[in-house]
């Protein structure tokens, strides 16, 4: 099946600096694809390209088979992009909300369906800006879904929820999935990733440095765990003269220790701690997350 979108060597320069340099992927049709990086890596840039919302400077762009800065009009129809809950107005009704946006569309709308299939009858006749966070990204999320598109853009969606929102709208977005959408995710969230994303392409300072699925990332990362245990007496620099420990981390009572052999650094942790008479506890062999892998490739990209 052809791809969903495939992006060739965007680039994009702003008079002071370089957004997008040299990066290419494809989203396979009726994936969750993460876009993920820190502040300024470019998120943004690239996926407003892939909306026809900015123009590029090089580079080949398909969405459904079409390039859309030439055909922006029939990909309107195609696409769907979550707005900032900001851009709906604070005063109007749910209900009015979705029924402006089912308007702007050639295919009529569907407001029953998409009513159901968010669970929005309890709050219709609520004006936007009385919703809780949960409700307002549930809202943005059936606006931008209304004309059951077959692509659907998603930025930081989950920002400033608390964690049942949270839990609740990423159920919605694999319900979205389950419907056979293809969704390109923007996220700050490693957990959010690791939760929805078929796979990630990880961005920093406007290139991709890794595209994978979650678990083979922290599986590559697997190489790197550490041992973590808890101790109100114990003390770095002991722990750093053991035989094979290359790094000692402590965060308060919190230590993590990195060694070639785990196995081995463990016994020798024991006999430690039972000579100086400390005491171990919550002691476990620990996997890198997201959040770790991305710490390491962007040092290994700046070294
Ligand atoms: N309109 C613009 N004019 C000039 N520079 C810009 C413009 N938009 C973005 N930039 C710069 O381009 C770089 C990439 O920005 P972009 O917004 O794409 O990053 P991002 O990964 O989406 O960040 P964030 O998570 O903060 O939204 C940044 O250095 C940013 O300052």
């Known amino acids: 099946m052809e791809p969903a979108i495939v992006a060739e060597h965007l680039h994009k320069r702003y008079p002071d600096a370089y957004a997008v340099r040299d990066v290419s992927f494809s989203v396979k049709s009726g994936e969750i694809f993460g876009i993920l990086g820190p502040n300024g890596a470019g998120k943004t840039t690239t996926v407003e390209m892939l909306e026809g919302l900015r123009k590029r400077d090089s580079g080949t762009i398909r ?6 800065d030439e055909h922006p009009y029939e990909l309107r129809e195609r696409i769907g992009i979550q707005f900032q809950s900001t851009s709906v107005h604070e005063q109007m009704k749910v209900k009015e909300a979705l029924r402006l946006f089912a308007s ?3 295919k009529k709308g569907d407001v029953d369906r998409i009513v159901d299939a968010l669970g929005l009858k309890p709050r219709l006749d609520v004006p936007f800006g009385r919703l809780s966070g949960g409700w307002k990204q549930r809202v943005t999320l059936a ?5 059951d598109p077959e692509i659907v853009f998603l930025d930081e969606p989950s920002t400033g929820l608390d964690p049942q929102a949270r839990r609740e709208l990423w159920e919605l977005i694999l319900k979205l999935r389950d419907e056979g959408k293809t969704i390109v995710l923007t996220t ?3 957990e959010e990733a690791e939760r929805l994303c078929d796979r990630v392409a990880m961005f920093h300072r406007g290139r991709v440095l890794s595209i994978d699925t979650p678990q083979r990332l922290v599986a590559t990362w697997g190489k790197v765990r550490h041992l973590r245990f808890e101790s109100p007496e114990a003390d770095e620099q002991p722990l750093l003269s053991l035989p094979g420990v290359t790094k000692v981390e402590r965060e308060d009572r919190i230590f993590r220790i990195y060694a070639r052999d785990l196995q081995a650094a463990s ?4 006999l430690l701690a039972d000579r100086e008479g400390w005491k171990i506890e919550a002691f476990r062999f620990e996997t890198g997350n997201l959040d770790d892998l991305f710490v390491s490739l962007v040092k290994e990209e700046s070294a």
């Open 63 to 68: 969405i459904l088979g079409l390039d859309p």
């Open 104 to 106: 702007f569309y050639r």
């Open 143 to 147: 606006l931008a879904t209304i004309h």
């Open 188 to 190: 700050h969230y490693m």
């Open 267 to 270: 016994l020798q942790l024991f």
